[in-house]
């Protein structure tokens, strides 16, 4: 006798969404964080901010375009370089350091406002490292998913600012919450297995079987798939999310763009 539909335990949207202005926004984020690994709050820039970190992200970009971007590697994943390819675009990634703050002053106010440092000392305890990467995403190349399900191989908090309206078609960011803690596991498990970041199997449901996502999740694929949300958002609305979460980018259609600037925090000091 099952017990309990398939609806059974399903997160609304809504239940994710939070005002960044509000009185308890800060114990608010963390709360969902901690119980689902993730909250959004849409709207969180606005005109004319949003309009200037739009234009540095693409004289960025200009600077860069006519070098040679560094091409996927062969396990299909996206370079750890400046400029790279991806399947779908193009990424620049940058250190926190004198370079970003000289090339994107704005951006780099964004992402070092105290409530972000309150927030990552409290979700990833102290030390930690306030948005040590910031990576600038442009995705142009249709494509039926622009990443699959997949946990990031280095856990990271991530800070994440769509630069663009995003519906279903242009590569909306899905998220299962509540998965955080057994792909934890599934992820320490990987490094403990293979020790060589292309080798961890970040894609979780092409390369785990049924019956190792059933131990972790306590669901088969199909179940925990349906428990998908997906985050259709004005421009200038922030998500943050623990990257242990299962995460991914869906469909990009053609004459479709995607401009993402997402920025990464992480346990410890690094270096
Ligand atoms: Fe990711």
Known sequence: MLIGGLHAGRISLSSLRLDHTG??????????????????CPSWLEEPVLESVRQEFELAFSEVRNTD?????DEGKV????YGRTRTGAQLRFDNDAEFVNRLP?????????????????????????????????DFDPDQEIIPHHFDEMN?????????DIDRENGP????????EPTSRLRVNEWLRHEKFDDVRQRVFEQHNEEVIHALYGQFKATLRSRELT???PAGSLLVFDTDTVHRAGLLSPGRRRRIIRASSYRGIWP
């Open 23 to 40: 009185g308890n926004f800060a114990e608010d984020a963390l709360e969902r964080l901690r119980e689902y690994g993730i909250f959004y």
């Open 69 to 73: 971007p560094a091409q996927l590697t």
């Open 79 to 82: 370079p750890v370089s400046r």
């Open 106 to 138: 704005i951006s780099r106010a964004i992402f070092s406002q105290d409530w972000m440092a309150d927030l990552a000392g409290s979700y990833l305890g102290i030390p930690c490292t306030l948005n040590r990467h910031i990576i600038l995403t442009d």
């Open 156 to 164: 990271a908090l991530k800070f994440y600012v769509c630069l663009d």
């Open 173 to 180: 960011f899905q998220a299962i919450p509540g998965t955080t």
């Open 231 to 233: 985050f259709q958002v």
